[in-house]
């Protein structure tokens, strides 16, 4: 699954925000908090994270990083008894005059009886990324002074904003082509 939203910000802003994991738990329902521990944002760097509904912690690792263009985050593999699923977090980035496009995707890789649910997690995906992609712009379209920086400690779950602002414009459309993850399911197709 995948929506693009248009941000006010240059390219360079917008994936260093995103880079920083921590950041991810103001916005994406897919990840209810992250610790707060420093870690240099890179290829193969990795965060303790929890996904909605877990209470033990999972690690998170950047698994594709190209700096203003592409940031891929791989979640670890998650047991249930029906299966296992593993979460992929993309935004590819496309700059722009007057800010720049982002691609937000959300690749689950399911297995064993989980494979029956596939529509019902492409079903919740595609209700919930195009809200996470309102927060996101909401989150960095807004004047920031120049002496504040966008990236942000987590923050517990219990404190993050319920939803895009009221009256708020619908994100940006743009349909922007999509790669299939291997080994997964690609909803987006």
Not at 5 to 26: G, I, Q, S, Y
Not at 53 to 78: E, K, T, W
Not at 122 to 136: E, I, S, T, Y
Request: glycine share 8%.
């Amino acid at each position: 699954m995948s929506t693009s939203v248009f941000v006010p910000r240059p390219d360079t802003e917008v994936f260093d925000f995103l880079a920083d994991a921590r950041n991810l738990a103001l916005w994406s329902s897919g990840v209810s908090a992250v610790d707060s521990d420093d870690v240099v944002p890179g290829r193969d760097a990795a965060y303790r994270y929890r996904y909605p509904g877990r209470r033990r912690p999972h690690r998170l690792v950047c698994a594709d990083f190209q700096p203003s263009r592409r940031i891929v985050f791989r979640g670890q593999r998650m047991w249930s008894p029906l299966g296992t699923q593993v979460p992929v977090y993309g935004f590819d980035l496309i700059p722009h005059a007057d800010g720049t496009m982002v691609r937000l995707s959300v690749t689950s890789c399911l297995s064993a009886a989980l494979l029956l649910l596939a529509p019902v997690v492409a079903m919740a995906w595609r209700r919930d990324l195009p809200v996470d992609a309102g927060k996101f712009r909401d989150l960095l379209g807004g004047a920031v002074p120049a002496a504040a920086t966008l990236k942000s400690p987590a923050l517990p779950a219990a404190s993050l904003p319920a939803g895009p602002s009221a009256g708020a414009p619908a994100p940006a459309a743009g349909a922007l082509p999509v790669s299939s993850a291997p080994g997964g399911f690609d909803y987006a197709h």
